[in-house]
Each structure stands twice: as C-alpha cells, then as structure tokens.
C-alpha cells in the first residue's frame, strides 16, 4: 500500500479521484483492495502520471491480508 500513497498523498484523494467512498478505501490497508476495483485503479493512477499494474495491486492486496505467522517467534 505504501505505493499507492506516491500516487495519493491520502486516502481521501484516492477515494474522491475513483468516486469512491472514504470508509470503503480506508478500509483496504487492512482487508485488501478487491480486485474488481482494479481497473479503476490503475485508470486513476495513469490520470496522475504513475504507472500501476494488476500485479502489483494483487501483491498489494495480497500483503494486506496476509497473517503473521504465529511460529515465527
């Protein structure tokens, strides 16, 4: 996700350049960004200048959801 925060300064502009609501983008550090978001995504990013693929969204979201492991102590 820190990626994503060299595209937006916050998650308020990432909400409001994809028409999205604050909570459901607030809530992607944590869940993960659903990958029917996407698209949009990668579209909002070009219109700023950055260059953004699905795989990094997938690692992205992937990484956010991801467990500690509980052994590895």
């Known amino acids: ?3 994503l ?3 937006w300064p916050t998650l308020a502009d990432m909400a409001a350049d994809l028409g999205c ?3 459901t983008v607030a809530s ?3 869940r993960g ?3 029917r978001r996407f698209a949009s ?3 909002a990013a070009r219109r700023r200048g950055a260059d953004l693929t699905f795989e990094q969204l ?3 979201s992937a990484d956010a959801t991801a467990k500690p ?3 590895a102590a």
């Open 5 to 7: 925060r060299t595209i």
């Open 1 to 3: 996700m820190e990626q």
């Open 21 to 23: 609501p604050y909570p």
């Open 41 to 43: 995504i990668i579209a």
């Open 69 to 71: 492991n509980e052994d």
């Open 28 to 30: 992607w550090p944590k």
């Open 33 to 35: 960004i659903p990958p």
């Open 58 to 60: 997938l690692a992205m």
